[in-house]
């Protein structure tokens, strides 16, 4: 309440300062792997083998994000993050995709893929919970868009080198290998950002109240609590739509990688970023729109979502089916190119769109901060069962070419309906909450009183 905003905010407690140091971890870790993904196979010329990479690391990941609320309890939400980004996890896999580049060697591809699941696992819970907990209330949607803006940045530099790098490169094939040696250099500058990070009990919100992220459970009975929460109807019902917002990233960057030039996967990558952070950005200033009731921000946003993937998804599989027949390779140059490159960056604005949903969702599902932490974890190990699932069948000729098109366009369809349940208890009053459930006239006053008593501190 505004009572207790007691003392001006220092910038360096902040909850700005907060998701700049996540959102910089998140470039420099999950965003530059991103950014090499979103080149088409990792820059390599076919997307077999890193597609089987991709699908060990999120085979991993399931496992990590099921204990890493327990090891929340022994080194905390920092450690964690830290623990998320250490160097010799991700980098490896970049210098796998290197050496396989240069010198057609693939073991280290493997290994480094399976290194990088061990650790991410942890830091993509860890900067769940962190994004989800640390800001205002009227902050929240726009930290999310603010946060995950620095993921597709990663992609927005990665495909800028490289589009600097293979300009002159009108063909398929692979990109200059020189392009991993600065991915290499910038993972590895991760674990020295969450070395800034503000621990919860030492940030300093607006509104003047603490942030409580932490578990102080037995380990063993934080994983038999987060096992059950998964197990609940609501976290039941959104999994197919976690599976068709997730399964998608396999399916749109092997689309890039089949069918378009070296030089075109880079303009992909790099408008791709753009778009999406332009509007992963304006999801969030909607979300957080607090004049507006809750009830209808949650599902305008769904609907507006779900019909424009339905719309994304019909025309990748016409496309994916005419290309499966005529096997082209499109440069920006080539007639055609225009009919099947945007399908490209509308489903990456897509996976943003639905990625900030997520996180909005499970916001309003978790009923304290342990719910956080497990949920975010839950989230996290749930999209990761997709992506490898997703990966490991994108190493399938077929199901690369057509096969998961046709599949996420299914699980699309599937998950309307389970999800819509969930989402349209969303900020309906349940019996003694009050008018509704989050934005009564009071909280919202209490938002406005906090907001003007900060801003004179």
Do not use: H
């Amino acid at each position: 309440m505004a009572s207790e905003v007691v003392a001006p905010v220092k910038w360096y407690r902040s909850t700005f300062f907060n998701i700049t140091i996540l959102g910089l971890c998140n470039f420099a870790a999950p965003g530059i792997w991103g950014a090499m993904n979103s080149l088409g196979a990792g820059g390599a010329q076919k997307p077999y083998l890193v597609n089987t990479a991709n699908a060990l690391t999120f085979c991993l990941m399931v496992v990590s994000c099921l204990f890493s609320s327990a090891l929340v309890r022994l080194i905390g939400i920092k450690g964690a993050l830290i623990f998320g980004t250490y160097m010799p996890r991700y980098a490896p896999y970049a210098a796998g995709l290197y050496t396989n580049n240069r010198f057609g060697i693939e073991w280290l591809v493997i290994l480094g893929a399976a290194l990088c699941g061990i650790s991410a696992g942890v830091f993509w819970m860890a900067e769940a919970a962190i994004a989800i907990a640390y800001p205002e209330p009227w902050n929240k949607g726009k930290a999310l868009g603010y946060w995950l803006t620095y993921r597709v940045s990663g992609q927005i530099l990665g495909g800028a080198i490289n589009l600097g790098l293979n300009a002159d490169r009108d063909q398929a094939g692979k990109v200059s290998y020189a392009v991993y040696l600065v991915f290499i250099a910038l993972q590895c500058l991760a674990p020295v950002g969450a070395l800034f990070l503000t621990p919860p009990e030492k940030v300093q919100r607006q509104d003047g109240k603490k942030v409580e992220l932490g578990i102080f459970n037995n380990p063993w009975l934080e994983i038999k609590a987060t096992i059950r929460l998964f197990f609940s109807r609501k976290f039941l019902l959104v999994l197919l739509f976690i599976g068709q917002a997730v399964f998608s990233e396999a399916v749109f960057f092997t689309y890039l990688s089949l069918w378009f030039s070296v030089r075109a996967r880079a303009l992909g990558s790099f408008l791709s970023g753009i778009v999406a952070a332009i509007g992963g950005n304006v999801l969030g200033y909607w979300l957080d729109r607090t004049r507006i009731p809750l009830k209808i921000r949650a599902r305008s946003s769904f609907w507006i979502i779900v019909t424009l993937q339905g719309a994304w998804w019909t025309w990748a599989t016409v496309m994916s089916a005419r290309y499966r027949r005529t096997q082209p390779t499109y440069d920006w140059s080539s007639p055609g190119f225009g009919s099947g490159f945007p399908v490209y960056l509308f489903l990456l604005l897509g996976f943003q769109l639905n990625y900030m949903f997520l996180y909005f969702i499970i916001q309003n599902l978790a009923e304290s901060q342990e719910q956080v932490i497990r949920y975010s974890a839950l989230l996290r190990g749930t999209e990761s069962a997709w992506q490898a699932v997703s990966y490991g069948l994108g190493s399938i000729e077929i199901m690369a070419q057509v096969g998961s098109v046709y599949l996420n366009f299914g699980l699309w369809a599937a998950a309307i309906i389970p999800a819509w349940l969930v989402l349209r208890e969303i900020g309906v009053a349940k019996p003694g909450d009050g008018d509704d459930s989050e934005q009564s006239t009071s909280d919202a006053g209490e938002i406005k009183t906090a907001r003007a008593v900060s801003s004179q501190l």
